[in-house]
């Protein structure tokens, strides 16, 4: 069974263009969930998408926005970008809401490169 | 407020002695426990899990935590530590009904040889 996917592996950008992640959920799940893991750092909560809504947000200002697709998968985008955003961007996915709390499994991750 | 606390930033340990890492917890409600690992420029693999149910949880590769109530916390242990264990390493803990995971600050596992 394919694990959670992520494209691209790596992204570089500079200051003020916007960038597009992309995320492919296990299949049967139905959550996604995006987090930022800056340098050394912990994971910081970006996101939650659960049968196409957004279901949660973490304290991140709203140039960082995404959306759901019918068949699950997710993007994310980052608009104005700023040096600071850069970081490795790890997707995971879970069986959803519905199942109440499930594990969740990560993605490889994409890192993105502000310059 | 809901938290997690992963006390030690690094722990240093001889191959073939035994490990703890350690994490705290403290939640409104019935924790749902999680430990991650995550290897150099990789994403973050599951390790184990803790719902309900018997307090000692063993995982994969060996991996073990302890679930225990009166102190809130979910240490991970392995009896005999290898050096391919070296990794970054995150507690988490989820909310029932709210599906938002909040993860520790992450715990450096070094293994000697």
Do not use: M
């Amino acid at each position: 069974e394919a694990g959670v996917t992520q494209s691209p592996t790596h992204l570089i950008k500079t200051r003020g263009q916007q960038a597009t992640l992309r995320c492919s959920p296990i299949s049967g799940h139905t959550s996604v969930y995006w987090y930022q893991q800056a340098l050394g750092l912990g994971l910081q909560f970006l996101l939650w998408y659960d049968e196409g809504e957004e279901r949660n947000r973490g304290n991140f200002p709203p140039r960082f926005s995404g959306r759901q697709f019918p068949n699950y998968s997710s993007e994310l985008n980052v608009n104005a970008l700023e040096l600071e955003d850069s970081a490795l961007y790890l997707c995971a996915s879970s069986l959803g809401r519905r199942k109440g709390v499930e594990t969740q499994y990560f993605g490889p991750g994409t890192r993105l490169l502000v310059l | 407020a809901q938290s997690v606390a992963q006390p030690e930033d690094q722990v240093n340990v001889a191959e073939g002695n035994p490990l703890t890492v350690k994490c705290t917890y403290s939640v409104s409600g019935n924790p749902y426990l999680f430990w991650y690992v995550q290897y150099p420029n990789r994403g973050l693999q599951f390790l184990l899990k803790y719902i309900t149910g018997d307090n000692l949880v063993k995982g994969s590769y060996g991996f073990e935590a302890e679930f225990n109530k009166s102190q809130t916390s979910f240490h991970l242990k392995k009896p005999s530590a290898l050096v391919s264990d070296s990794a970054l390493y995150f507690c988490a803990v989820g909310i029932d009904n709210f599906n938002k995971f909040y993860f520790g600050s992450g715990t450096k596992l070094n293994v000697k040889p």
